[in-house]
């Protein structure tokens, strides 16, 4: 399932990619339905490439279809992101912390310049589920496994979409 969020903010490119890529964690009260974002490790392997493990703690209400299989521990996952700042490009990939062969999620962040007070934040990714790691029995997934995706997807976008006003507040300050 697709993810596409695209946003201008009112900030240089430069602002917004170094606020973004440096100051994730302290934006958290800022993102609805995370508690905590723990930067694991930062390294800088090559200049202009900057690495990142994160990791993400969610709270949010589950429908009651994914109750069986999704319990509120459950609700964390790895981020490991490269930042790169010639391209103005962040790649990601996201794993849950349980069943980690049951997700995959990954994409891009693009930062786009507009003006020098004024960029566009794009991003893009898919996020598909694999049924049988998840123990989803084989007459159900058809029908099961698309409305897990929409809650994941529908648990994350807001995130994505809250990024651009917990930019500009954190820049504001």
Known sequence: MEIHVVSTLK????????ASRDS???M???LPNINKIDVVSREEPEE????????WYADAPIPKLAQAIIKPDMLKWFDFATWNSDAYTCDWLIQTFFMKEAVNCKGQNSF????????????HGDLSLNPKAI???RLLAGKLTPQLEKFI???ITPNFHKTNSAIEQFLSK
């Open 153 to 155: 997807i529908a648990l």
């Open 48 to 55: 202009h490439i900057v690495k990142f493990e994160n990791h």
């Open 112 to 123: 786009k310049e507009i003006d020098d007070n004024t960029m566009e934040l794009t991003i």
């Open 24 to 26: 994730l964690a302290e």
């Open 28 to 30: 958290v009260p800022y």
């Open 135 to 137: 123990g989803v029995p």
């Open 11 to 18: 900030y240089s490119r430069d602002q917004v990619f170094t």
